[in-house]
């Protein structure tokens, strides 16, 4: 007998997710996002940075630098807001974007597009694949903006600094290449940033950066768009001057200085990333999910449609929400499979990893 098709919940949305089961949103077990689950711990802030106007204060623009190896900034309200903001500010020119991948891209290019005949997409599950399709764009020689998420969420596919220098100094006149680097904290000489002198001279690359994925605090909505100064001022002029709270401030100078918490959280995130996988192995080999890629922050595994479904069910009636990728799959799909992403828990929490374990162990038994 077909199941009833269940009613997938967003990433990280534990609100409609309480709602929907009736569980209490602090007993949730959340899977869905890539976000770090042991954030960086909050120290004790000043009360004037709750008081005084938020104009960015030179401590802050220097940690910046610090961490991220780049002056050339324009700090946002999470990536997000720069997502949306440069299909607006960039030239109008046709784009090309990874079919799979932060669906966010291609909804505000869609949005900000007169003509749908300019979007185009690039297959992001191979990475041969996807770079054959975007030389072939190339050499046709017309000017297009060329959108990449290195590494790939959901699809984990990663490109070189190399090989991202050598489009963006191809690119016809005005089109711009924009990196996505939500991830990248993990391996942070994979950044376009780290190579500075080259970055300095090009002006048609751009650069996200996300705080709140590997500090974990997705919520104080911190971002960084990295560029050539003209696009720079374009996104200051739409934001305004008082963008990034007096808090957000504090917390990220403590967070970018911090250089043995980052040290040690990569080794943690690594430790998370394994113990999550041995948790979850028996039962992916038992549905015969196949993995498509990691960013260490979650990894991405193609599942058989009407299964993954049961298996999203069932875990989240019983508190563990996981991600189901249903959006912009198409162009990439194998007939009948879905794209599961799993997050990563804290595996030093024992009671989290109980009641994983008996979930998983749960589900599998409904095979026998
Ligand atoms: C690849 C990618 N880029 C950007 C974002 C936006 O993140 P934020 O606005 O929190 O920086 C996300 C969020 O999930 C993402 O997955």
């Not at 751009?206 to 994925?213: L, Q, T």
Request: include cysteine; aromatic fraction near 10%; hydrophobic fraction near 45%.
């Amino acid at each position: 007998m077909k199941a009833e098709a269940v009613k997938l919940i967003h990433g990280g949305d534990l609100q409609s997710a309480a709602m929907r089961y009736g569980i209490e949103l602090e007993e949730w077990i959340d899977l869905s996002t890539g976000i770090n689950p042991c954030a960086y711990p909050i120290p004790k802030l000043n009360e004037i940075c709750f008081q005084q106007l938020p104009y960015l204060s030179t401590e802050f623009k220097k940690a910046v630098t610090f961490y991220y190896g780049s002056d050339r900034f324009a700090a946002c309200s999470g990536s997000q807001q720069v997502i949306e903001l440069l299909p607006k500010l960039l030239p109008k020119l046709p784009v090309l974007l990874p079919s799979l991948g932060y669906q966010e891209h291609s909804e505000s290019w869609i949005n900000a597009c007169e003509n749908e005949r300019d979007i185009h997409f690039y297959p992001a599950t191979d990475q041969d694949v996807a770079i054959e399709r975007i030389e072939f764009q190339l050499e046709q020689g017309e000017p297009f903006h060329l959108v990449v998420i290195n590494p790939n969420n959901p699809t984990g596919l990663s490109f070189s600094v190399a090989q991202l220098f050598d489009w963006s100094s191809r690119l016809a006149e005005g089109g711009f290449l924009i990196v996505d680097e939500a991830f990248i904290d993990l391996h942070p000489e994979q950044s376009v940033l780290s190579h500075y002198d080259e970055f300095h001279t090009v002006d048609n690359l751009v650069v996200m950066r996300s705080f709140g994925k590997f500090f974990g605090l997705a919520g104080l909505r911190l971002g960084f768009l990295f560029g050539p100064e003209v696009v720079l001022q374009a996104v200051h002029n739409r934001i305004g001057i008082w963008s990034i709270n007096g808090p957000a401030q504090a917390v990220a100078i403590d967070a970018f200085n911090n250089r043995t918490w980052q040290m040690n959280n990569r080794v943690n995130i690594r430790l998370n990333s394994e113990r999550t996988l041995t948790l979850f192995s028996p039962l992916l080999k038992r549905i015969e999910a196949k993995m498509q890629g990691t960013s260490l922050l979650f990894s991405s595994w193609w599942v058989e449609s009407e299964q993954l479904e049961q298996m999203y069910d069932f875990f989240a009636q019983r508190g563990v929400l996981l991600r189901v990728i249903e959006e912009g799959v198409a162009l990439n799909k194998p007939s009948d499979l879905s794209l599961l992403r799993l997050g990563i828990i804290d595996a030093k929490n024992e009671s989290i990893v109980l009641k994983l374990q008996q979930v998983i162990d749960e589900f599998i038994l409904t095979f026998d």
